[in-house]
């Protein structure tokens, strides 16, 4: 089992910026591909960003060359560094744990509750 708690979000004006952690329970994080993704009011969850445990990274495409996402396999932490905010990336980001890296919601198996993102335009 693996208990997966989001941080960091918040109200932000476009163009800013924000960081995303996720903390991990349990002793083998490392083996895990974790990634990030997003809903926003109306839509289906999106893929945002995977990482494996090697630290191989993909991203989708609303997310390149803005967002970063980076682990910590000491600390059991994941983190999605976003910049350069727009109104349109508002929406509920979740952290999510799975076997191998994955771009769709069903290659997870834990996930986290989610913290809210707002970009003010």
């Known amino acids: 089992q693996v208990q997966l708690v989001e941080s960091g979000g918040g109200l932000v004006q476009a163009g800013g910026s924000l960081r995303l952690s996720c903390a991990a329970s349990g002793r083998t994080f490392s083996r895990y591909a974790m990634g990030w993704f997003r809903q926003a009011p109306g839509k289906e969850r999106e893929f945002v960003a995977a990482i494996s445990g090697g630290g191989g990274r993909y991203y989708a495409d609303s997310a390149k060359g803005r967002f970063a996402i980076s682990r910590d396999n000491a600390k059991n932490t994941v983190n999605l560094q976003m910049n350069s905010l727009k109104p349109e990336d508002t929406a509920v980001y979740y952290c999510?744990?799975?076997?191998?890296?994955?771009?769709?919601?069903?290659?997870?198996?834990?996930w986290g509750q989610g913290t809210q993102v707002t970009v003010s335009s």
């Open positions: 999510a744990a799975g076997n191998f890296i994955d771009t769709t919601l069903a290659g997870y198996d834990y």
